[in-house]
Each structure stands twice: as C-alpha cells, then as structure tokens.
Nanobody, 122 residues
Framework: VQLQASGGGSVQAGGSLTPSCAAS????????MGWFRQAPGKEREFVAA????????YYADSVKGRFTISRDNAKNTVYLQMDSLKPEDTAVYYC????????????????WGQGTLVTVSS
C-alpha cells in the first residue's frame, strides 16, 4: 500500500489542524493505521492508532484528549484531528500502515507516508 499524507500547516497555539492520509490499493481496510511524529532533533514517536474496523483507538499520553484519529474505509483515508495545539506539537507527522497488529513502535508498521509538517507558534 502507498500512503500520501497532506493537510499540515502553520497555526497558533490553541488552534486546530486535521491532516489526512490517503492510501492506494483495495486492501486499506485490512491495515491498522497509525500516526507518528518527529520533531527536529528528536526520535520519531507514536501519536495514535486505529484498528481496522474503527472499533478501537489508542493515543500517546501527550495527545490524549486533544487529538482524534479516525478513518473512512470507503475513501481509503485516515485522519488526525488535532485540537488545542501546543508549540511542542510542532513536528513532521507521518501516517503508517500495519498489516499485522495494533502497535506503538515504529517496527510495528510496514508502510509509511512521506510526512506532512505541522508548525505551532506561541
């Protein structure tokens, strides 16, 4: 599967953005989807994941209550609604697909999009 992320941008603290990630192929619904982020000089870290059938979601503690992951299997797209953004949320956001399971590690995901930059100013 090929992934294409978009929808990043620049916002002020407290604002909102909703990046999306479009997947190619006809097997999108068979993948667990995740979002990761990488800030300058830091390791890539897990943000959120959603199960194949939209039954379950999981979030990093740093974004819980502010971010919402969702997916539309008919459109082969996963979204990350980000509210109450903080300057520390500034990073390149990557979507990823796992054919096997629900995970929070980079190694749990086999396919990656190219990333979309989110910049939050104070």
């Amino acid at each position: 599967v090929q992934l294409q992320a978009s929808g990043g941008g620049s916002v002020q603290a407290g604002g909102s953005l909703t990046p999306s990630c479009a997947a190619s192929g006809r097997t999108f619904s068979t993948y667990v989807m995740g979002w990761f982020r990488q800030a300058p000089g830091k390791e890539r870290e897990f943000v959120a994941a959603i199960s194949r059938s939209v039954g379950s979601t999981y979030y990093a503690d740093s974004v819980k209550g502010r971010f919402t992951i969702s997916r539309d299997n008919a459109k082969n797209t996963v979204y990350l609604q980000m509210d109450s953004l903080k300057p520390e949320d500034t990073a390149v956001y990557y979507c990823a697909a796992s054919p096997t399971g629900y995970g929070t590690m980079r190694s749990d995901y086999e396919y990656w999009g190219q990333g979309t930059l989110v910049t939050v100013s104070s």
